[in-house]
C-alpha cells in the first residue's frame, strides 16, 4: 500500500482558494492585487504604504478625510462596543477557566494526571496508527529472519567443529 493513501490534506482545494489568505500568481508580478506597496517596475503605487520617515499620521488623517463627521462617530461608537464586547467575553473566559480549574481540582485531577493521561493517549493513537503497525510488522519480520541466519550459521560452525575434531 502507498503511505500517503491516509494522508488527507488538510486545505480543501475543491473550495478554491482564499484570495484574502494566499495570493498565487503566474504572472511576474508577485505583488497581489489590491494590496499595499511597490510595483514590480518601481512606480509607486498611489495606496502605498507610508516607508519609515514618512508622516503616517497625514496619511491615515486624509484616508479618514474621505468619510463624514457622522460616519465617523458611527465607526468609533461599533469600534467602541465591539472593544467592550471584547473586553467583556476575556472576563468570561476567565472566569469559566477559573471554575474548570476548580471543578478539576474537586475531581482530584491534577495537571501531573492530565499530563500521564495526555501521554497514555497519543501512545495508544501512535501504535494504533497505520504507519506503526506496518513499521512494527517489518521490524518483526527482520528479526525472524535475523534469529534464523544466526541460528543457520551457528549450526554450520558446529559441524565444521565437530569435523575438526
Known amino acids: 500500500m ?6 488527507k490534506s ?21 505583488t497581489p492585487p489590491g494590496s499595499p506597496g511597490v510595483a514590480v517596475r518601481g512606480t509607486p503605487r498611489p495606496d502605498s504604504i507610508p516607508e519609515v520617515g514618512e508622516d503616517a499620521v497625514t496619511t ?47 475531581l482530584g485531577i491534577t ?3 492530565e499530563f500521564k493521561q495526555n501521554i497514555t493517549k497519543s501512545w495508544q493513537e501512535v501504535t494504533t496508527s497505520t504507519a506503526y503497525r506496518r513499521t512494527s510488522e517489518t ?15 551457528g549450526s554450520a560452525i558446529s559441524r565444521k567443529l565437530e569435523d575438526v575434531r
Do not use: C, M, W
Open 111 to 113: 495537571p501531573l494526571n
Open 2 to 7: 502507498d503511505p500517503q493513501e491516509d494522508y
Open 60 to 106: 491615515v488623517s486624509q484616508a479618514t478625510t474621505a468619510l463624514t463627521e457622522e460616519e465617523q462617530e458611527e465607526l468609533r461608537s461599533e469600534l467602541a462596543k465591539v472593544e467592550d464586547e471584547i473586553q467583556t467575553l476575556s472576563q468570561v473566559l476567565a472566569a469559566k477557566e477559573k471554575h474548570v480549574a476548580e471543578i478539576k481540582r474537586k
Open 10 to 30: 488538510p486545505f480543501d482545494f475543491e473550495q478554491g482558494v482564499n484570495t484574502s489568505y494566499l495570493y498565487l500568481s503566474p504572472s511576474d508580478n508577485i
Open 139 to 153: 521490524i518483526s519480520q527482520a528479526g525472524q529472519k535475523a534469529t534464523a541466519a544466526f541460528t543457520s550459521v
